[in-house]
């Protein structure tokens, strides 16, 4: 089956929870992505650079699976009709950008936890910080990746 019939009136309200989820992605990725790796590429010096640059790769590949994520998952709702395959590829595409987002997370902490042991100075700091920014688009990801599980689960699908 590749198609399966909402609520009425569920297609409207599904394509603008998913119109929402991008609005704080688009912010996500404007507003608070170059303020935290801004702020930490400022602070940071020598091999403190390199924790950073981690966390940030990761956040940019998550943000940028998510917003194919959610743009799939919007284009997938069409009136009261869900297309099932383009929904579970947008699943997908969520479950990589989360994780992504919280390897690149694990990543940055574990890099600067190892720096910090071989006496950087603020390397565990900027380890962090860019962990913080790679995790945004993690938990975005995962609300998108459940609500696509949600939708794709049932009798009909």
């Known amino acids: 089956m590749t198609e399966k019939a909402i609520a009425p009136g569920s297609g409207t309200r599904l394509r603008s929870m998913y119109q929402r989820y991008l609005v704080v992605a688009g912010l996500v990725l404007l507003v608070v992505?170059?303020?935290?790796?801004?702020?930490?590429?400022?602070?940071a010096k020598g091999q403190t650079i390199i924790t950073v640059a981690v966390g940030m790769v990761a956040a940019v590949v998550s943000e940028t699976l998510l917003i194919a994520a959610l743009m799939r998952g919007r284009t997938s709702v069409a009136a009261d009709v869900l297309s099932l395959p383009s929904m579970r590829f947008s699943g997908a595409l969520a479950l990589g950008a989360e994780v992504a987002g919280w390897g690149g997370a694990l990543g940055a902490l574990t890099l600067g936890m190892i720096q910090r042991?071989?006496?950087?100075?603020?390397a565990f700091t900027m380890g962090i910080?860019?962990?913080?920014g790679?995790?945004?688009?993690?938990?975005?990801?995962?609300?998108?990746r459940r609500l696509s599980q949600r939708l794709t689960a049932g009798p009909d699908a």
């Open 117 to 122: 042991m071989s006496d950087i100075n603020l």
């Open 134 to 144: 790679a995790m945004f688009p993690a938990v975005l990801s995962g609300a998108a």
């Open 33 to 43: 992505l170059p303020v935290v790796f801004g702020t930490a590429f400022i602070t």
């Open 129 to 132: 910080a860019a962990a913080i």
